[in-house]
């Protein structure tokens, strides 16, 4: 700071800045992220340049020295041409000099040169309109220049250089019912929502409908002035910084309800959305996070989304289309153990259930509404990694992918010791095998909620718990866990901030293909003794729709596990993503 402020040639203004920034430092509801940026952008030569030339500009007229040279540099540059053209077969510098100046990019900053020289700015405004009747209301009058903005709409709503009008029900005036955030209207900062649009250039609305307005626009060139009635509200927009990530995919043309359909915004599921209007109670306005355009674009509301899902799912429910609706009954088993042959909702383990504590947790296996879910910038924090969660079918291969990453570290990579009430076997250590404990006990932590998964198998009580989780996070080891997909409800906390990873299975061809040449063993099979069979590779598949349909939208990564060497590959780039780079998670969890 006190180097920068040294500078006897840095701007003034920006100096004081700074000194404010300090002063103020204790007292700013910001985090020390936020703080080292600003600070960090004032200070960058670039801002530094770019007052410079600022300040170089609105002082043109006071500072005699600042004028071009020349405002011809265009012929200049032709001239050249014409005199090098002879000598750029012979001469390599010449014939260097003749391909650069004919660059599209050269000859397009010799123009910008010469427009700013000459002052040749565009677009020419003409006079505004002085001649005011005494009778009128108290107006305004405001021209923009017309853009490639939506021109176009639907019904009673029609966009208007990045606005839209309607006819308001009760005096039937077109009226400014939107402002779209980066438009044009909106970077004049003189159109507001409420105003009255009495006259579009020269033309009077009144009696006119929306479309009428529209071909009044279309038909404009140039500028288009509007005559309006300020609104009694003239209140800004203001920019949320919301952001989100979308859990459905949206495709503006094919909604039938968008009020525009050129103003509407397309994105993918998991896509993080910059929501910078929540104003109306059934389109928001957002851009896709990162994207240049500054113009938003019109979203369903989370409401409206929540109101077509379940419209949608009562409608299939109605007309029996069973095809489409995943079945929310089937078997749920511990990781590791004997699974029952049939995913039918009739089928039963045969030698284990899990039992998770439907009193506490009644919300399991059911299904959610996901349309956006509030996200924020979590930064990779030293010494304290975020667990590794492996979700899956049973038999997808989420075992031997967690054994080979912990294999390719071992004093970085641990997964948490199981607790069990059964007595140990020889050669079993406590503490390393096993915890051992009463059942009693566990029954008790079980309770208490203690576990994030547990469940019974031949009499005993088995479970990991939450503790031993926390503990290898706080001891700075990357946790890698591939639990039951109940317990995600429970792992998916703000203490642990989890990276959920799906590993999911490919097509039954490639599915029965691939574990059939590597010789794969059955995990339907106690004994591990024969391979997968057919009706095991469906439940398999049946067992991951239901996962993806009840809790895609918890997943961070999905990871098709059609060849495990490319699988374990894209597994350890993941890995090394989470602990290196700063990555989107629920607002939440950074507050």
């Known amino acids: 700071m006190t180097a920068v402020m040294a500078n006897g040639n840095w701007d003034p203004a920006l100096s004081r800045l700074l000194v404010s920034l300090e002063e103020a430092r204790q007292v700013l509801p910001s985090s020390e992220e936020e703080f080292g940026f600003l600070s960090g952008l004032l200070q960058s030569k670039e801002l530094h340049a770019l007052v410079k030339v600022h300040n ?50 050269i000859q397009g900053l010799l123009c910008a040169h010469d427009a700013v020289a000459q002052k040749d700015y565009f677009p020419r405004l003409p006079e505004i309109p002085l001649e005011v009747d005494e009778d009128e209301e108290t107006i305004k009058i405001v021209q923009l220049v017309k853009s490639s903005e939506p ?41 507001h929502v409420g105003d009255e649009v009495c006259e579009v250039n020269g033309i009077n609305v009144e009696g006119k409908t929306p479309n009428d307005v529209l071909k009044i626009l279309q038909a404009s060139e140039g500028t288009i002035t509007f005559k309006l ?57 957002a851009r896709r996070e990162g994207d240049r355009n500054m113009r938003a674009g019109l979203i369903p509301s989370r409401a409206l989304q929540e109101r077509r899902i379940i419209h949608e799912r009562t409608q299939k429910e109605k007309s029996g289309d069973e095809s489409k609706i995943i079945s929310l009954c089937s078997v749920s088993v511990l990781p590791g153990c004997q699974s029952p042959k049939s995913p039918r909702c009739a089928s ?33 924090r030293p010494g304290l990694q975020r667990p590794l969660v492996l979700i899956g079918p049973p038999g997808v291969g989420r075992n031997e992918l967690k054994r080979r990453l912990i294999a390719t570290d071992p004093d970085k990579y641990k997964t948490p010791i199981p607790y069990t009430s059964r007595p140990p076997k020889h050669g079993e250590v406590n503490g390393k095998d096993y915890f051992f404990v009463t059942r009693e006990k566990m029954e008790e932590d079980i309770e208490a909620s203690k576990f994030i998964e547990f469940g019974e198998y031949k009499g005993n009580l ?34 642990l901030k989890p990276y959920i990873i799906y590993i999911k299975p490919p097509t039954f061809d490639i599915l029965k293909e ?42 961070d990564e999905v990871i098709v596990n059609a060849d495990l060497s490319v699988a374990f590959e894209q597994l350890v780039r993941v890995a090394s993503k989470v602990e290196t780079e700063p990555l989107w998670v629920p607002a939440s969890w950074v507050q």
């Open 151 to 191: 021109l176009s709409g639907a019904q009673s709503v029609e966009p208007i250089v990045g606005a839209t009008i309607k006819t308001d029900e009760q005096t039937g005036k077109i009226v400014i019912a939107r402002i779209m955030h980066g438009g044009a209207a909106d970077r004049s900062g003189l159109i």
């Open 462 to 495: 088995y479970g990991t718990s939450a503790e031993s989780v926390k503990s290898l996070v706080n001891a700075g080891y990357v946790c890698i866990l591939n639990p039951h997909y109940q317990a995600l409800k429970m792992l998916r906390t703000p203490q």
């Open 56 to 105: 170089k500009i609105i002082n043109n007229g006071k500072d005699e020295k600042f004028h071009p040279t020349v405002s011809n540099s265009m012929q200049i540059a032709l001239d050249v041409l014409d005199v090098i053209a002879p000598k750029a077969t012979s001469n390599e510098d010449c014939k260097n000099l003749f391909i650069l100046l004919q660059k599209p990019h």
């Open 514 to 555: 691939t574990r059939n040449a590597a010789y794969a063993r059955s995990t339907f099979d106690e004994t591990n003794s024969r391979g997968f069979t057919d009706e095991e590779f469906h439940e398999i598949l049946h067992s991951s729709e239901r996962i993806e349909f009840l809790y895609s939208h918890l997943f």
């Open 229 to 285: 009635v300020p609104a009694d509200s003239k209140s800004g927009l203001r920019e949320s910084k919301v952001r989100v990530r979308a859990h459905f995919d949206y495709t503006s043309s094919t909604d039938p309800y968008i009020p525009c359909k050129e103003a509407g915004l397309d994105f993918k599921k998991g896509d993080i959305l910059h929501i910078v209007s929540q104003d109306d109670a059934y389109w928001w306005q």
């Open 348 to 380: 039963k383990p045969k030698t284990k259930k899990i039992m998770y504590d439907t009193a506490e947790n009644d919300d399991f296996d059911r299904e959610e509404i996901a349309t956006y879910e509030e996200v924020a910038k979590l930064y990779p």
